[in-house]
Structures are given as structure tokens and as C-alpha cells.
């Protein structure tokens, strides 16, 4: 799940919209689940402490300061904050949901500084790792229930037919088994929007968030 990899099946568009598309009634569950109990805040800080040690590594950043956190963002708001945040110290980033992206792209010399302007924006706004835990059979099966019923029809209001999804019980065992599921609509949309115009992009991930409501998921 999430708003930075693409995965399963990629179709065209079946048609272009003709007015600026408009997402679904909100989704409520039809059969609501029991929440897990929530991280604590040693545990939580714990795993901020392991992502920013995948930053350090996967950015290169051999001497990582150390940079106190402001707040804890989600995936809805995490790519729009750490937008500002790198615009802020000099880069031209544009952001969404849970991706960002470089119009201009990096340039060579600037690598260095990039990398570590996003380690340190990272840390200071960290996705809260409540979000970011294994899910349970139970929100497995509420992840395609919201997939089937909302995010397939807001994937189409932007001319996206998604795939056919599998069974039920088929996607809460891929998931549970592998941690994340092949079927996956808001992804199909996602690769099709990917190549277009950034306020295209942004429409899209801004009408059809990738994970259900956090209330429902995650009672948060």
C-alpha cells in the first residue's frame, strides 16, 4: 500500500474525462473491525529511529545530524509537508499524498545537499508508524472492501478501468502472506497518472487516497 510504488496490473485510460473529476460519496464500512491496541510512544520513536537509519543509508548521508521531530505526518499529508520543507531549503519539490517529485529533477551538484535536506525534513516529519504497521486479517479484508467499493469507482472518475479484482479471501491471504497484494487499483490509476502533468498527478492522489480512512483502519 502507499502512494510511492506501483504495483499490479497497468490499463490505459477508457476515456478522458470531460469535467474535472469528483471522487465517490465518503466511504463508511460495512462491517467495522476491531482496532489494534496502539504503539507506544518508546515504540513508536523506536521505529522513527529505523526509518531514518533507511534514510541515512538509501541517501547517503554518512553523518546524520541530529534533528529533533516537529510532528508526526500521515500518509495524506506527507508529501504536501515535506514539499514545503524542501522548498524551504532551496528545492523546486512538489508533493501529494504520500510521494513527492522534482519537476526539474536533482542536478549533480546538488545531490549531496538534496539528500541531506531530505533525511533531515524526514525526521522532522516522520510518517507516524501507527500507519505503518503489518495489517491484520481484519484490515486486509476492510483494504478490499474499500478497494471494491469506493476506490474502483474513483479510479474510473479519472478514466481508469481497474483490473479484475480477485476473491476476498484470496487478497487477505496474499496479504497476510506477503504483506502486500498484487490487486491494487489506487496503483493502476497511479500508473497511468504518473506521466502526466503535475496538477494531474496531485488531482488524482488528492481525490483517491491509497488507504482506506485511518479511523476505520486504524481507529486514529
Do not use: H
Not at 464500512?29 to 491496541?37: D, R, V
Not at 481508469?160 to 487478497?171: D, L
Amino acid at each position: 500500500m502507499g502512494g510511492c510504488s506501483v504495483s499490479g496490473t497497468v490499463v490505459e485510460p477508457s476515456q478522458t474525462p470531460s469535467a474535472a473529476p469528483v471522487a465517490p460519496p465518503p466511504w463508511v464500512p460495512s462491517q467495522p473491525i476491531t482496532i489494534p491496541a496502539p504503539m507506544s510512544e518508546a515504540d513508536m520513536m523506536k521505529a522513527r529511529d529505523k526509518v531514518l537509519a533507511s534514510d541515512a543509508a538509501g541517501f547517503n548521508v554518512s553523518d546524520p545530524p541530529d534533528v529533533a521531530l516537529i510532528r508526526w505526518t500521515t500518509k495524506l499529508d506527507w508529501g504536501s509537508t515535506m514539499a514545503q520543507c524542501l522548498q524551504d531549503a532551496g528545492f523546486n519539490i512538489v508533493g501529494a499524498g504520500f510521494g513527492i517529485s522534482a519537476p526539474d529533477g536533482i542536478g549533480p551538484s546538488q545531490l549531496s545537499a538534496y539528500d541531506l535536506a531530505f533525511y533531515t525534513c524526514d525526521a522532522q516529519y516522520t510518517v507516524n508508524p501507527q500507519y505503518q504497521r503489518p495489517l491484520n486479517a481484519a484490515q486486509w479484508g476492510l483494504t478490499y472492501d474499500y478497494d471494491v467499493e469506493w476506490m474502483v469507482p474513483c479510479v474510473a472518475a479519472f478514466g481508469v478501468t481497474a483490473s479484475q479484482p480477485p476473491t476476498r479471501e484470496t487478497f487477505v491471504a496474499q496479504g497476510l502472506q506477503q504483506g502486500y497484494v498484487t490487486w491494487e487499483p489506487w496503483s493502476e490509476g497511479q500508473a497511468v497518472y504518473s506521466n502526466k502533468p503535475w496538477a494531474q498527478q496531485k488531482a488524482f492522489m488528492d481525490t483517491c487516497p491509497a488507504d482506506p480512512p485511518s479511523q476505520y483502519l486504524w481507529g486514529m
